[in-house]
């Protein structure tokens, strides 16, 4: 049967083949939180009775968007994470607390962020802000690296990040990019940087520069986005068991003031 | 099926593109309270526009509305400030997501939004896929089935617990 990617994704974790448009219950492979939002999710757990959590083994909280607390509000949403954690015996290893890295970075890093996974944060699914993608796109310095994921591939982390140093989430510094004789008008300055980005861990491999391109596309008002697959991901895929396929090939865009993974 | 799907309210028109940081403030996310998080609702467009939606209680926008950042306080603002429908061109996925997810209605529909002016009286059947807007009847293609029980009992934790928000 012919599949989309995001079927055959969906279809390895309902166990069966699943169509679009149907309603299936999966269980995810990751379940990432944040601390911007593990408030929310305290609420909703309180207030529905929740009393044991499913798979606890893999969940994660990321503490990296009010890191470090810039307010009491902020530190006690970091509270509110830790005491969660402890309230269901969650792992404390799965807590990345003030200074352990920004969540996608570590995410990917650490290979639970790939092609064919469905690692969806808590409750919400996260994307990143038009400003912030914007503001990533335009700060050409190679510790400021984009790690998201697209929607296609499955995963929650489709945020434009910083690594994994003591950078914090301040307000965006001037953009550095200097290019000679001239950066090429139909090109964005976040080309320049994607082609920067610095990548490690074991996740690394199976994430081509392009991803990042499909992500910040995304994040930036794209409903879709999608990249030639190379040999690398097609062998990602068929260790989870998913057949490929035939992969669109995107055709290049004309010079038209917008880049596409597909033009560099 | 049970739960109103029947929603009715007066309009405040919008643009395209409005992101969730023009809806709620990514500075306002530690907000947890759906009350006070509809203070800062569409803080960025000014208290006028704020107060009309929040006495009107619908929202018709353009193109990709609730882009950006997939922030779920995006919903739980404008739910706390009073609005209970949202007709748009389209949506950003994931906040269409949290919107079913937490009992806002919405309708995605091109020809509806764009028929809707500023300050009209909006009445919409979700389950029939019928609206009048200023008296005149339009159709549009309603939700799936499974999406609109989700919407009638409140919200997908309300859907899957039997309870509602007003039980905590």
New interface residues.
């Given amino acids: 049967m012919n599949a989309t990617l995001a079927e055959k994704v969906m279809g390895r974790l309902a166990g069966r083949a699943v169509r679009a448009?149907e309603?299936v219950e999966i269980a995810p492979d990751w379940t990432f939180a944040l601390d911007?939002?593990i408030?929310?999710i305290d609420?909703?757990f309180?207030?529905?009775?929740v009393e044991k959590l499913a798979r606890p083994e893999r969940i994660a909280l990321f503490y990296d968007?009010?890191a470090p607390a810039d307010?009491p509000?902020?530190a006690?949403?970091h509270r509110i994470g830790r005491a969660l954690f402890d309230r269901f015996g969650l792992p404390r290893e799965r807590l990345f607390d003030v200074g352990a890295g920004i969540s996608h970075q570590v995410a990917v890093e650490s290979g639970w962020c790939c092609p064919g996974r469905c690692s969806p944060t808590w409750?919400?699914?996260?994307?990143?802000?038009?400003?912030?993608a914007r503001w990533a796109a335009a700060s050409a310095v190679p510790r400021w690296p984009t790690c998201g994921l697209t929607?296609i591939y499955g995963s929650g982390c489709r945020?434009a990040s910083a690594s994994t140093c003591r950078v914090h989430c301040r307000r965006a510094p001037a953009p550095r990019t200097w290019c000679s004789p001239s950066w090429p008008a139909h090109r964005a300055r976040g080309d320049l940087q994607l082609h920067r980005i610095p990548r490690s861990g074991p996740g690394r491999p199976v994430h081509p520069r392009a991803h990042d391109l499909c992500n910040m596309g995304i994040?930036m008002?794209a409903?879709f986005a999608v990249v030639p697959a190379d040999g690398v991901t097609r062998a990602h895929f068929e260790s989870l068991g998913i057949a490929p396929g035939e992969m669109p090939v995107p055709m290049p865009a004309p010079l038209t003031g917008r880049s596409t993974a597909s033009t560099w | 099926m049970s739960g109103t799907v029947q929603f009715e309210g007066r309009a405040t028109v919008l643009g395209d593109d409005i992101d969730t940081d023009i809806i709620f403030p990514a500075r306002y996310l530690a907000v947890l309270r759906p009350q006070d998080q509809a203070r800062h609702l569409f803080e960025p467009l000014g208290e006028a526009v704020r107060e009309q939606v929040m006495a009107g209680g619908v929202i018709a926008a353009g193109w990709n509305f609730g882009c950006g950042s997939s922030r779920e306080h995006a919903v739980t603002a404008m739910l706390g400030a009073g609005v209970r429908l949202v007709v748009a061109k389209s949506f950003s996925r994931i906040f269409f997501r949290n919107a079913v997810n937490n009992g806002l209605a919405v309708v995605m529909s091109e020809a509806l939004a764009g028929a809707v002016r500023d300050g009209d009286a909006v009445q919409v059947d979700l389950r029939a896929g019928r609206a009048r807007v200023a008296g005149v009847a339009h159709e549009f293609l309603p939700l799936p089935g499974s999406v609109l029980e989700i919407l009638a009992a409140g919200g997908l934790w309300a859907a899957k617990t039997g309870m509602t928000g007003a039980d905590a």
């Fill in positions: 448009g309603m911007d939002g408030g929310l609420q909703n309180r207030r529905y009775g968007h009010y307010t509000l902020h006690e949403m409750i919400r699914i996260r994307s990143p802000s038009v400003r912030w929607a945020r994040e008002g409903k």
